[in-house]
């Protein structure tokens, strides 16, 4: 149990929302997990964030302010350096256009937050991440 808790340790979880309370919910459960947790409140700033930090994996939402998920997407897919990097949708928006657009930048998945307990999502980023490695 250790070692897979070292494991965890070094991994880096990025996540882009605007929801104060979505943040820090996250923030407390994966850093509890052993993740060191990066943060930004709208895209353009969690680009730098993701610049900066090369996390192993991104949360993002999808509404937001100065610049959507969507065009997160797109400016990541479209940088060498960071388009390896899994993203999990992390959102509110329950709409087939939404999944549909999404689904062509390579998300890993797209969770309904209301639909997932904070446990479940962490459970998929390990899952995502052991699956990358």
């Known amino acids: 149990m250790a070692e897979e808790q070292d494991i965890w340790e070094r991994k880096k979880v990025c996540i882009i ?3 104060e309370d979505i ?3 996250y923030q407390t459960k994966f850093s509890a997990e052993g993740f060191e947790v990066f943060m930004a409140v709208n895209g353009e700033e969690g680009l730098k964030v ?3 930090a090369k996390p192993d994996i991104i949360l993002l939402d ?5 610049m959507n998920g969507i065009e997160v997407l797109k400016k990541l897919r479209e940088d ?3 388009s390896r990097i899994p993203v999990i949708m992390l959102t509110n928006q329950d709409s087939e256009d939404s999944f549909r657009t999404v ?8 969770i309904i937050k209301s639909l ?17 490695r």
């Open 17 to 19: 929302d605007d929801n």
């Open 80 to 82: 060498t350096a960071l």
């Open 23 to 25: 943040r820090s919910i």
């Open 103 to 110: 689904g062509k930048f390579d998300t890993q998945f797209y």
């Open 50 to 52: 993701i610049n900066q």
């Open 116 to 132: 997932a307990t904070p446990q479940k999502v962490v459970n998929i980023v390990r899952e995502v991440l052991r699956a990358r």
């Open 62 to 66: 999808i509404e937001m302010p100065i």
